[in-house]
Nanobody, 122 residues
Framework: VQLQASGGGLVQAGGSLRLSCAASGRTSRSYAIGWFRQATGKEREFVAAISRGGANTNYADSVKGRFTISRDNAKNTVYLQMNSLKPEDTAVYYC????????????????WGQGTLVTVSS
C-alpha cells in the first residue's frame, strides 16, 4: 500500500486543520492507520490511530479532546481533524499503515507516507 498525507499548512493558535491520508494499492480497509508527528530535534511521537473498520480509536494524551481520527473506507482515506491547535502541535505529521492492529509504537508499522508540515503560530 502507498500512503499520501496532505492537508498541512500554517494556522494560528486556536485554529483548525484537517489532514488526509490517502491509500492506494490495496484498499485502506485492510489496514489500521496511525498518525505520528515529529517536531524539529525531537523523536517521532504517536498522535492517534484507528482500527481497520474504524470502530476503535486511540489518542495520545496531548491531543485527546482536540483531535479526531476517522476513516472513509469507500474513499480509501483516513482523516485527522485537529482543533484548538497549539504552537506545540507544530511538526511534520506522518501517516502509517499496518495490516494487523493499530499500534502506538512507530516501529510496529509496516508502511509510511511522506510527511505533511503543520505550523501553528502563537
Amino acid at each position: 500500500v502507498q500512503l499520501q498525507a496532505s492537508g498541512g499548512g500554517l494556522v494560528q493558535a486556536g485554529g483548525s486543520l484537517r489532514l488526509s491520508c490517502a491509500a492506494s494499492g490495496r484498499t485502506s480497509r485492510s489496514y489500521a492507520i496511525g498518525w505520528f508527528r515529529q517536531a524539529t530535534g525531537k523523536e517521532r511521537e504517536f498522535v492517534a490511530a484507528i482500527s481497520r473498520g474504524g470502530a476503535n480509536t486511540n489518542y495520545a494524551d496531548s491531543v485527546k479532546g482536540r483531535f479526531t481520527i476517522s476513516r472513509d473506507n469507500a474513499k480509501n482515506t483516513v482523516y485527522l481533524q485537529m482543533n484548538s491547535l497549539k504552537p506545540e502541535d507544530t511538526a511534520v505529521y506522518y501517516c502509517a499503515a499496518d495490516p494487523d492492529a493499530m499500534y502506538s509504537r512507530a516501529r510496529l508499522y509496516d508502511y509510511w507516507g511522506q510527511g505533511t508540515l503543520v505550523t501553528v503560530s502563537s
